[in-house]
C-alpha cells in the first residue's frame, strides 16, 4: 500500500513525521553554511570609468548609509542581514523547544513561527536587486555592474532557511500541551 | 457506507475541521459570508467565506496572468548616462547572471518572479472556474490546488517590486533611471496576489472540489 495519502487532495498523511526536526536542522545547517560566504565573498562588482570596486552585502549597505540614503540601507540591512539571523535563532530555539519542555508559551512560539514563515522570503530582496543591477547596468566603459559570486549563495542560504521553516511542524508546539495536561489531570 | 466517508469509532468526520497549523479539532459551523471563523488556540483563520468570491477570483488570476505576460516583454526600468542608455526587460534580469554556477541564481530569479506567479494563477483558474460556472471539478482540481498552495511563499513578485525600487536608489547617483511599463505592471501585480489571497476561502474551496 505504501504511505496513506489525502483522499481529497492527494498530499501525504502522517500523524507526526519524527524524521520532521532532523531535516529542520539539516536545513538549517545548510543555511548557516552558505550565510558564511553570503557575508564574505562580493556581492557587486562595479566598473565605473576608472574604478572597479567590489562590495560585500553588509560593504554596500554601509556605502548607502555614507552616501545618505539612509532609509534603503536600513531596508538591505534589515533583509540581509536582520531577518537571516534572526531566523537562524528562531528556528534553533523552536526546534530546540520541541524536545523537552519550554517554559515560553506555545502562543508565543505559534506567533514566532508565523512570523519566521512569513518574513523569510523577504531576504530576496537582495538578490533582486543583483539581477537587476547587474541586467541594467551595461553601459561599457562608463558604468558596469556584475553580479558576485555572494549572490548565489546568499539565495541559497534564503531557499534553505525557507526549506528548514517548512520542515517544522508547528503541530509538535501544541503536542506537549496536550501531554502536560494529561500528567495534571 | 458512500465512498469517501471515513468511519473513526462510529462518527463520520464529515463536519470536522482540523486547523493545519496546530492540529486542534473542531465541528465546522456555517460561517455567514463575510465573517471568519479562526481556530481559538493558534489563531490561524480556518474559514473565511465571502459572497461572490469565485468570481472576483477568477478575474483577478485572469489579471495576474496577463500582467506577468505583459511584464514580461515591456521595459520596467531605464538608465541613461553620458548618452548611453540601457533598459532591461524582465528577460534581461533572467538572464543576467550568466557562466559558471551563478546560472542557477538566474534560474531561481526566473522562477520565482515569472513562472510561479504564472503558474499559480492558472492552477486557480484551472480549479475554480468549473466551479464557480457550476460544472463539475476538473479531475485533477484539487492536486492542482494544493499545488498552488505550496507555491504560495515561493511566488515573489512582491519582494521582486520592493527590490526594483531599492535598485532605483542604488544607482540614482550613478546613471539617470526611468520606471518603465512592467514596473507598474508588477505594482498591479502585487495589488492583485494580495487581493486574491484574502478571497481564496480554502476550507469552501476544498468543499466544492470534492463534495463528501
Redesign the interface.
Known amino acids: 500500500m505504501g504511505t496513506p495519502r489525502c ?5 501525504r498523511l502522517v500523524s507526526r513525521d519524527p524524521k520532521s526536526i532532523s531535516r529542520v536542522w539539516a536545513w538549517w545547517a545548510l543555511g548557516v553554511m552558505a550565510y558564511i560566504p553570503a557575508n564574505v565573498w562580493p556581492m557587486l562588482n562595479t566598473r ?1 570609468l576608472f574604478t572597479v570596486q567590489e562590495s560585500t552585502i553588509i560593504g ?1 549597505a554601509v556605502e ?1 548609509l555614507l ?1 545618505g ?1 539612509v532609509g ?1 540601507s536600513i ?2 540591512l534589515v533583509a540581509s542581514v536582520g531577518i537571516p539571523i534572526a531566523k537562524f535563532v528562531c528556528i534553533a530555539f523552536l526546534a530546540m523547544s520541541v524536545r523537552g519542555g519550554s517554559r515560553t508559551s ?2 508565543l512560539r ?1 506567533r514566532l513561527y ?1 512570523i519566521v ?1 512569513y518574513i ?3 531576504s ?17 566603459v ?2 558596469n ?1 556584475d ?1 558576485g ?1 555572494a ?2 549563495a546568499f ?2 542560504s534564503v ?1 534553505f532557511t ?1 526549506l528548514s521553516a ?1 520542515a517544522f511542524d ?2 509538535m ?2 503536542d506537549g500541551i496536550e501531554a502536560e495536561a494529561r500528567t495534571h489531570a | 457506507m458512500p465512498d469517501g466517508t471515513i468511519l473513526i469509532a462510529g462518527t463520520t468526520l464529515d463536519g470536522l475541521i482540523a486547523c493545519p497549523e496546530c492540529d486542534a479539532l473542531y465541528r465546522a459551523a456555517e460561517v455567514p459570508p463575510g465573517q471568519r471563523a479562526a481556530c481559538a488556540r493558534c489563531h490561524t483563520v480556518l474559514i473565511s467565506p465571502r459572497r461572490h468570491a469565485g468570481m472576483a477570483i477568477i478575474a483577478l488570476a485572469l489579471t495576474a496572468v496577463v500582467l506577468v505576460i505583459g511584464a514580461l516583454w515591456f521595459p520596467f526600468l531605464r538608465i541613461e548616462a553620458r548618452g548611453l542608455w540601457q533598459e532591461a526587460t524582465l528577460w534581461n534580469v533572467a538572464t543576467s547572471f550568466v557562466g559558471g554556477p551563478l546560472v542557477v541564481v538566474s534560474l531561481a530569479v526566473t522562477v520565482a518572479i515569472v513562472v510561479l506567479p504564472l503558474l499559480r494563477a492558472m492552477l486557480t483558474l484551472y480549479t475554480l472556474v468549473p466551479i464557480v460556472f457550476d460544472r463539475p471539478p476538473r479531475p485533477l482540481a484539487g492536486r492542482a490546488f494544493r499545488l498552488a498552495e505550496a507555491m504560495r511563499p515561493w511566488s515573489m513578485a512582491e519582494i521582486f517590486a520592493i527590490g526594483c525600487a531599492v535598485s532605483l536608489v542604488k544607482i540614482a547617483d550613478l546613471a539617470q533611471v526611468t520606471l518603465g511599463a512592467a514596473f507598474w505592471m508588477f505594482a498591479g501585480l502585487v495589488v492583485v496576489t494580495v487581493a486574491q489571497d484574502q478571497l481564496v476561502d480554502r476550507w469552501s474551496v476544498w468543499r466544492s472540489i470534492s463534495p463528501n
Do not use: H, K, Y
Open positions: 483522499g481529497r487532495c492527494g498530499s565605473t554596500g548607502l552616501d540614503n534603503i531596508i538591505i506555545p502562543e505559534m508565523e514563515e523569510g522570503r523577504w530576496m530582496i537582495d538578490v533582486f536587486v543583483v539581477a537587476i543591477l547587474a541586467s541594467l547596468v551595461q553601459l561599457n562608463v558604468a555592474i553580479p559570486s549572490s548565489l539565495a541559497l531557499i525557507m517548512q508547528p503541530r508546539i501544541w
